[in-house]
């Protein structure tokens, strides 16, 4: 059997310069009041996965103060040690030793967000051939008032479906998917945003949305609209608010407690014409083959060409700690190339 083996040496331990995937230019058009906490400049892959051992950290720092013994394991057992499949180049599969399937966990969220992209694309783009419709990405934000986290998540679901029963919207709007982006400011006010994939019928005055949003909220006409070009994209940029609703390293120990308290609360959903779609919609041959990446990357099995390169899959255990650095080694080294065992 092939060793397992690593391209570059790993005597260098210095962050070296990755170059990160594609974003989408979309992201570029949101408002800076509107998301500011989350944006960031463009992070690397090793970049994202230290991140997520900070803030995993973090929590279970903070569940350990509220004495949530059980929680606090849970989230240090959750993707520990790791199974990856990998060409010493290219990640084309990661499998954990357990998944803790809390909210907030950001390994979790980010399978619960791929899981979402992998099972809402194909829809989407039948959706829109069957319907002949365009998404675009609709943010819509409320005035901030003393109040919980609960009764602000509660105002803006409420004013978004009076909105959608408006005949202006049924008038422009054929459906689509919603998810909530949640941050809080300095002065403990929750500000909270409602991330809308809507499928447009047809084009109209955004002034006139403006004014459809403040008839229903009383008070907040502050929103932003912006066509989706590509849709893999918008989705991907959607979507990454149920991996990360709020930046939970600025999160404290009663923020946790709050967060615990809001059972079962969805994060993420679908409306109008386009949630019937899902419920009914049978894949044909052709809309199947709008890919579907992770039941392609689920058969991949070690002496597997690599989908990116070509050279064949290894196998290769590690811990969650050792990940960030394997990201920064595998993709800043040249194809074909082998160095030393990586264990
Ligand atoms: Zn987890
Ligand atoms: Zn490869």
Redesign the pocket.
């Known amino acids: 059997m092939r060793q397992a083996t690593l391209a570059t040496v790993l005597t260098d331990s210095r962050c070296l310069p990755v170059a990160s995937e594609s974003k989408s230019a979309s992201q570029t058009y949101l408002d800076k009041r509107v998301t500011k906490s989350q944006r960031g400049t463009k992070r690397t892959r090793s970049q994202r996965a230290r991140e997520r051992l900070q803030t995993k950290e973090h929590l279970v720092g903070l569940a350990r103060e509220l004495h949530e013994g059980e929680l606090a394991d849970k ?1 240090d057992r ?2 520990s040690r790791l199974s990856v499949l990998t060409c010493g180049r290219h990640i084309a599969r990661i499998i954990p030793n357990f ?4 909210r907030l ?1 950001p ?2 969220g980010r399978r619960r967000s791929q899981k979402l992209q992998t099972k809402y694309l194909p829809l989407m783009k039948a959706f829109m051939l069957h319907n002949k419709v365009t998404p675009v990405h609709l943010v819509l934000t409320q005035t901030h008032r003393k109040e919980s986290r609960k009764e602000s998540v509660a105002r803006i679901r409420n004013s978004f479906t009076k909105l959608t029963r408006r005949s202006f919207w049924k008038q422009y709007f054929k459906g689509g998917t919603w998810s909530l982006e949640f941050t809080k400011d300095k002065n403990g006010l929750h500000h909270t945003h409602l991330h809308i994939i809507g499928f447009r019928r047809k084009f109209f005055d955004i002034e006139l949305l403006r004014d459809e949003w403040l008839a229903v909220t009383g008070d907040s006409h502050v929103l932003h609209l912006k066509p989706i070009l590509d849709l893999a994209a918008g989705l991907q940029e959607v979507v990454k608010y149920v991996s990360k609703p709020l930046d939970i390293r600025r999160f404290g120990a009663d923020d946790l407690k709050e967060f615990l308290g809001l059972k079962n609360m969805r994060m993420f959903g679908t409306f109008g014409e386009f949630r019937d779609f899902c419920k009914d919609f049978e894949p044909s041959d052709n809309d199947a083959a709008v890919g579907d990446l992770e039941s392609f990357s689920r058969d991949l099995v070690e002496g597997c060409a690599c989908p990116q390169c070509d050279e064949p899959l290894f196998d290769l255990r590690m811990s969650a700690k050792e990940l960030p650095q394997f990201y920064e080694q595998a993709e800043s080294s040249p194809p074909g190339k082998v160095g030393t065992s990586w264990n």
């Open positions: 989230l959750c993707h998944t803790c399937e809390f966990c390994d979790c």
